[in-house]
């Protein structure tokens, strides 16, 4: 699979490296970002927090929009 941001711009020798965990295209080394998540889980009723955050896959149109 290719990269679609290099696509779009002109570029498609890029190879994606993953899909975006957020509109599923691929995307490339260079148009992704590696974001951290906590997990939660339930222990009873109270949700407990991962002291490890889990990681995930982001373009850089989708991490845009999650920051506006």
Same mark, same amino acid.
């Given at each position: 699979?290719? %990269?679609?941001?290099?696509? &779009?711009?002109?570029?498609?020798?890029?190879?994606?490296?993953?899909?975006?965990?957020?509109?599923? #295209?691929?995307? %490339? =080394?260079?148009?992704? #970002?590696?974001? @951290?998540? *906590?997990? &939660? @889980?339930?222990?009873?009723?109270?949700?407990?927090?991962?002291? #490890? *955050?889990? @990681?995930? #896959?982001? %373009?850089? =149109? %989708? @991490?845009?929009?999650? =920051?506006?």
């Amino acid at each position: 699979m290719h %990269c679609y941001d290099c696509s &779009q711009e002109g570029h498609n020798e890029a190879t994606g490296i993953g899909c975006c965990t957020r509109c599923g #295209l691929f995307t %490339c =080394a260079d148009h992704s #970002l590696i974001m @951290r998540s *906590p997990v &939660q @889980r339930p222990i009873g009723v109270i949700p407990m927090t991962s002291a #490890l *955050p889990a @990681r995930r #896959l982001v %373009c850089g =149109a %989708c @991490r845009t929009a999650e =920051a506006a």
